[in-house]
């Protein structure tokens, strides 16, 4: 199979063909994901909620990351994998986040990393860059800020907050990003950002006039029937289908119906 790369994904901008991505946490997830054809697999620190279940994605440790993203690593065939840099492993200084993004590289095998804000972290994102690795850009509600935004609501609906989205946008694109996702702003905004820049932009929640989507593979198979924002579509019921077979199983057990004959030795 031909492996998806940095490079491809700039061809497929150019080309106007649309990029799909989703995360990803485990070899058996990825393996599924990469053999159905998704151009890029995120290992998002959206396992925090998903994974282990805690209210937000500050929490998960760098350690934690690396254990996820080498399983998906293991999976991938052709998908490009990009790992998040998790809360605190890159805010201090470009050095830190370079020795963070050199931990994932070496330890995991992935082909780049994430890392969520605009000025702020652009010296951190030429650093890491300059390593040979390649960066994803982050902006719009950027969940490890929540604490400071206060609200998961939509961001950037206000003129200025949106000037510097863009700002920030095309900053990260001179800094050296190969690719920007955009969660949760006004889809027309998505679109000037993405005909402004010249690398790929991603959207979650950021309408049509963007480069690709990506969802949490979770909630678009429908394993949490309780989260459903208007971004979302689910594809399939998976809450559903787990839920009945368990039950089924269950009963199975309690009335002697499994194992059966044929399933014993
Ligand atoms: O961690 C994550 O799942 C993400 C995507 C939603 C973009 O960063
Ligand atoms: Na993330």
New binding site residues.
């Given amino acids: 199979v031909k492996k998806i790369t940095t490079h491809t994904l700039r061809q497929m901008k150019a080309a106007g063909e649309k990029i799909s991505m989703l ?1 990803a946490y485990d070899y058996t997830m990825a393996r599924l994901l990469d053999e159905a054809g998704v151009d890029v697999l ?1 290992v ?3 396992a925090a909620n998903v994974m282990a279940g805690y209210e937000t ?1 500050l929490p998960i440790t760098l350690d934690q990351m690396i254990y996820h993203a080498a399983s998906v690593v293991r999976a991938a065939k052709r998908s490009l994998v990009v790992v ?1 840099l998790p809360f605190g492993s890159y805010q201090e200084d470009a050095r830190q986040a370079l020795h963070s993004a050199v931990r994932i590289m070496k330890e995991t095998g992935a082909h780049g990393v ?1 890392l969520e804000g605009g000025e702020p972290v652009i010296e951190a994102v030429s650093r890491i860059v300059s390593a040979g690795i390649p960066v994803m850009g ?1 902006l719009g509600l950027t969940p490890q800020s929540i604490n400071q935004f206060g609200t998961y609501a939509v961001r950037a609906v206000e003129e200025k907050e949106a000037e510097r989205l863009l700002q920030d946008a095309r900053l990260l694109e001179q800094a050296g990003c190969f690719a920007l ?1 955009l ?1 949760k702003i006004p889809a027309a905004l998505a679109g000037q950002v993405t005909t402004a820049l010249h690398i790929p932009v991603i959207g ?1 929640g950021a309408g049509r006039d963007v480069d690709g989507q ?1 969802l ?1 593979v979770h909630d678009m198979l429908g394993m949490n029937q309780a989260f459903k924002p208007r971004f979302l579509r689910q594809y399939a019921n998976l809450q559903q289908i787990i839920q009945d077979a368990v039950r089924h199983y269950v009963t199975d057990v309690k009335e002697r119906k499994f194992p059966g004959e044929h399933e014993q030795y």
């Fill in positions: 995360t995120l998002g620190d959206s994605t998040d994430k982050h996702v969660e979650i990506v949490v």
